[in-house]
């Protein structure tokens, strides 16, 4: 198997595990706060895999 490919599966899953992390974090923040950072509800899980899979 490949060492690159490996590595890279490994990069991905760590970016998704603070992703889910984030959403968890902003799940619990109330809308005042999320509308503060500029972001509705709907948007928390779009915003958390931008932000760790550099899609910004």
């Known amino acids: ?3 690159d490919i ?6 991905d899953v760590r970016k998704a595990r603070r992703a ?3 959403i968890e974090r902003m799940n619990h923040m109330g809308d005042a706060e999320l ?3 500029g972001l509705q509800r709907n948007e928390i899980a ?3 895999f ?3 899979f550099k899609r910004r």
């Open 46 to 48: 779009n915003y958390a």
């Open 35 to 37: 509308a503060g950072m």
């Open 1 to 3: 198997m490949n060492f």
């Open 50 to 52: 931008n932000k760790h």
């Open 6 to 11: 490996v590595t890279g599966f490994v990069r």
């Open 20 to 22: 889910a992390n984030e």
